[in-house]
């Protein structure tokens, strides 16, 4: 650091007085008669100094090159060693993010060392518990020598495993505090022959119990045989205890009932599924344990059944005694009828799903509030943007435009006696107003101004700017106009999508043109764009316009919209967005109910 700040000075040093020097010399030079002795003695002595300057800052120079090509050929040496490691090496900050990796762990990865300095240590180690990452991270000294057999991610979306070890870094000068060295040693194939050989033995105990499952079927077939030649009348009997052992082994919810509907069979896991033992409901139609409007409901799917005289399937809530609440269940309710054809019994297994609806209502409520996440994250990300497209205009917008004044006047006083200087001058303008229009570019990018004048009028810019700067035929069409016009928000929403679906088109269609559709109705929001391209294209080119085409989709799931793609090789892609003007008007009123 002293180094520099030497060589800061002496530049400054230098610079100061050969300005002095300068600035001397046009003085001397806009006098009328001849410069004095004085002047001129300083003048050189100002020069001489300036080169003395000079050569200080060569000599330093020359000693920083020195000390830089001895500190690069020792860190060759340690980059060797390190590349040519058999174990993959990986050094993490404390966020996690890549600080260096050997080429060893690339391999490891699927991927470049580029590549992989742009990664954290979630992206390939996240499939292990957290706890352990983070005492990865941590590095302590109880686990200091301590491995980890942890799964990483490769770059082809396959999966491997390795050793980990991890230890703390600290340099003497406090450099590389709070880093981590990370040792991994592949066991991939270690991993796998374990993986195989848990396989081989899980189907060797999976024949096992099926040869004994069938041992036993066969040992109770032949008792069954010796039972009905001892005894015709106990066949009946054994029979129906075969029957009874059968359905109270089954894991199902199942009871039987008599034409009556009188309960006369029940399993342990109907038992369960009740909340009553089937000593209370044997006999019974179940009247004093149920609410009597669940009762009456029994009782008419019943009869309907058996009327029907087919598979009746229902979704009803039964009430369970031990827990005290109602269970909702799917009902299979099976007639059965005698030889006579007149009702019999009835066979009922109950499925309890209330769990499953409830997983669903669960997973309903996270998918609307990802939704709601993503309409947030879209919104801070364009009010992000208007803000910085405002300070670039507050900021450097009017610090160029002084500074452009500033030039302007500088170059209207030099005199013809300069033209060379003249001449920087007016380089010095061009370059002032090539930057002023390209901060207006970026201000644009960032937030287009003509946003502020609504959808129409918006769109109607970006088309222009699409076929300036791509030069393919564009066009707009706007029809309807009787249905509601979308706020800011909606406006720059719908904005970006459209402006997304162009830069695809530009990057991935080989398009000549372009027609942008927009269709404002009370009931709907609707655009088209129809391209000439080479449409949807598989491989690394489809997969890459892909993810373009899913951001879209992100952006209209947030209103609830509906996005179709018509897409035909060789034949263009027609890209269809339909947005419900009711989602429009509620995402409005949730806006205003919760106020600023």
């Known amino acids: 650091m002293k180094r520099w700040s030497v060589e ?99 391999q490891m990865f699927g991927c470049s060392p580029v590549d992989l300095a742009a990664r954290a240590l979630p992206d390939h180690l996240g499939d292990n518990p ?98 009905v030649r001892q005894a015709a009348e106990s066949a009946q009997l054994l029979s129906e205890q075969r029957l009874q052992d059968v359905v109270s082994t089954m894991p199902i919810p199942l009871f039987i009932k008599d034409a009556q509907s009188r309960i006369i069979m029940m399993n342990k896991a109907a038992e369960e599924q009740l909340g009553l033992p089937f000593a ?76 499953h609806k409830r997983v669903e209502e669960a997973l309903r409520l996270s998918f609307e509030r990802l939704r709601q996440l993503s309409d947030h994250l879209e919104t801070i990300k364009e009010d992000e943007r208007k803000k910085f497209a405002l300070d670039i205009h507050d900021e450097l917008g009017q610090n160029l435009m002084a500074l452009k004044m500033e030039v302007e006047m500088l170059h209207a006083r030099a005199s013809d006696k300069h033209p060379h200087l003249k001449r920087r001058v007016s380089h010095v303008l061009d370059t ?3 930057t002023i229009r390209s901060v207006r570019s970026i201000m644009n990018d960032l937030h287009p101004s003509t946003l502020e004048l609504g959808l ?27 249905g509601p016009l979308p706020d800011m928000r909606q406006t720059a929403v719908v904005f970006r999508i459209i402006q997304e679906s162009l830069v695809n088109i530009l990057r991935h269609a080989q398009a000549s043109t372009v027609d942008v559709m927009l269709t404002l109705t009370p009931e709907h929001l609707g655009i088209v764009i129809v391209d000439d391209g080479i449409g949807m294209q598989p491989g690394d080119a489809g997969k890459a316009a892909a993810f373009g085409l899913r951001s879209i989709q992100e952006r209209v ?27 429009i008007g509620t995402e409005m009123n949730e806006e205003a109910a919760d106020g600023p």
């Open 557 to 583: 799931d947030v209103f609830g919209g509906e996005l179709v793609i018509d897409s035909r090789r060789g034949n263009g892609t027609t890209l269809s967005i339909m947005i419900p003007q009711t989602s």
């Open 432 to 434: 002032i107003d090539t």
């Open 456 to 482: 129409p009028a918006a769109l109607e810019w970006l088309v222009d700017q699409f076929e300036k700067r791509s030069g393919i035929d564009c066009s707009l069409t706007v029809t309807g106009g009787d």
């Open 280 to 355: 209370q409901l044997s006999g019974t139609r179940g009247s004093a344990w149920f609410p009597a409007e669940q009762q009456a409901g029994f009782l008419r799917d019943d009869q309907i059944t058996f009327a029907r005289r087919k598979l009746l399937v229902v979704e009803e809530q039964v009430w369970n005694t031990a827990l005290g609440e109602n269970r909702l269940v799917q009902t299979y309710k099976k007639p059965v009828y005698d030889a006579q054809g007149e009702p019999h019994h009835l066979i009922v297994m109950l499925v309890d799903i209330t769990d």
């Open 8 to 106: 800061s000075l002496s530049l400054s040093g230098a610079g100061a007085i050969l300005a002095l020097a300068g600035g001397a010399t046009i003085v001397a030079l806009g006098q009328a008669s001849p410069p004095p002795a004085a002047l001129l003695a300083l003048i050189f002595a100002l020069a001489c100094v300036a080169v003395l300057v000079l050569v200080r800052i060569r000599q330093l120079n020359n000693a920083h090159h020195r000390a830089t090509a001895r500190l690069n050929a020792s860190e060759s040496r340690y980059a060797h060693l390190i590349d040519t490691a058999h174990e993959g090496i990986w050094v993490i900050d404390a966020d996690g993010g890549t600080v260096y990796a050997n080429q060893r762990l690339a």
């Open 130 to 227: 957290p706890d352990v990452l983070c005492r990865l991270l941590r590095a302590e000294a109880a686990d200091q020598g301590r491995t980890f057999d942890l799964s990483y991610r490769r770059g082809g979306g396959n999966s491997g495993w390795a050793i980990v070890s991890a230890r703390l870094l600290t340099g003497s000068d406090g450099e590389g505090a709070g880093r981590t060295l990370l040792m991994l040693t592949d066991i991939t194939e270690r991993k796998a022959a374990e993986m195989a050989l848990a396989a081989v033995q899980i189907g060797l105990e999976v024949r096992i119990r099926k040869r004994t499952e069938e041992l036993e079927a066969a040992n109770e077939q032949l008792r069954a045989e010796i039972g």
